[in-house]
């Protein structure tokens, strides 16, 4: 067995500590950084923050973006829902899939997690870690640092590639043992646990369950539901209307992924849409971008590509009233 190892890695305190304890013991560890769709697909991922935070224990590491093949996870999770949109069990097999690929592309032969045992709902029960273990293909392959000594010993340690003596027996809740730890390796900055999965909040959740009620849908649609405001029109026809500058800088990047796109001729902003509109939608279009932007008498054209070609130009006026916007929001 070699003396490499992958590591799920998050930014949070827990990897960081599980990978040290193990690069601790003189063994190569190689972080695996899943980046979630909520995170924009153009930005470089040695610019985020988890990235620069793994400097700390000069962890190298690989990323894996999420795709389409994620969004799967998120329509259809075997295991279910946590609170919101969130698939938890079945993501947390998912990266473990991927760090297994990772293992054999890398040549090497263990994954280490930072799991705790019964530190949160749902995955990180006993029973819950071992079938994780099970779905992923990696039974005996799975080490655990922080919790280790409350579980079976695993390949690595029993083959004594890993002295099991120097791993824990963390459980629970509490985080006191988890920031004495941080001082012996030197840890001084981590990401908050508090800041949860974008799947997790409410409002992203909302928008999330519009897309798995109207499929398909892709990563770059798991991504764009952090930008603008969001409108369903009708059951076939949904709409982003972006909320400043930026966001109108983002949806104009993905234009060429949008169903239609419109682009007023007045200060106002850029709408990204999805579905199939008819000249039935034309009015409700403009009445939106007249609530949202400044039309002038002779300045209220907006032009509507339709699959990143010019289709017609229509006029924004009558600004939409807030009841029947509010009914259209997702």
Not at 94 to 120: C, D, P
Not at 221 to 231: I, K, S
Not at 268 to 282: A, C, H, L, N
Not at 317 to 325: A, F, Q, V
């Amino acid at each position: 067995m070699s003396t490499r190892a992958i590591a799920l890695y998050s930014g949070g305190l827990d990897s960081l500590l599980a990978a040290a304890i193990i690069k601790n013991q003189g063994i190569e560890v190689i972080g695996l950084y899943c980046i979630l769709p909520s995170v924009d697909p153009e930005l470089n991922p040695d610019t985020l923050k988890a990235s620069q935070l793994a400097k700390q224990i000069n962890l190298p590491l690989v990323f894996y973006r999420c795709d389409d093949e994620y969004t799967q996870i998120v329509a259809h999770p075997t295991h279910g829902y946590g609170k919101n949109a969130n698939p938890c069990i079945d993501c947390k097999i998912f990266f473990l899939q991927k760090a297994k690929e990772y293992m054999h592309t890398l040549n090497a032969s263990f994954v280490i997690t930072g799991e705790v045992v019964g530190q949160r709902p749902m995955s990180q029960y006993k029973s819950m870690l071992i079938h994780m273990e099970k779905e992923s293909g990696l039974e005996g392959l799975i080490l655990r640092p922080l919790s280790a000594k409350l579980l079976s010993p695993t390949i690595p340690e029993m083959e004594g590639i890993v002295d099991r003596e120097k791993l824990y027996a963390i459980s629970g809740r509490s985080r006191e043992a988890q920031f004495e730890l941080a001082k012996k390796f030197g840890i001084t900055q981590f990401q908050s646990p508090a800041g949860g999965c974008f799947l997790t909040t409410p409002q992203i959740a909302s928008r999330v369950k519009d897309l798995i009620a109207h499929p398909p849908f892709s990563s770059l649609d798991l991504f764009l539901a952090n930008v603008g405001r969001h409108y369903r029109l009708h059951d076939t026809v949904k709409i982003i209307v972006a909320r400043n500058q930026k966001e109108c800088s983002i949806l104009e990047r993905y234009k060429q992924s949008a169903d239609f796109f419109l682009e007023p001729a007045f200060k106002g902003p850029v709408i990204y849409g999805k579905g199939i509109i008819t000249p039935r939608d034309y009015p409700v279009l403009g009445q939106i971008l007249a609530r949202y932007g400044k039309p002038l008498p002779g300045e209220n054209s907006v032009a509507i590509f339709v699959k990143g070609n010019h289709s017609i130009t229509i006029v924004a006026h009558n600004p939409i009233d807030d009841s029947t916007l509010s009914r259209m929001r997702i």
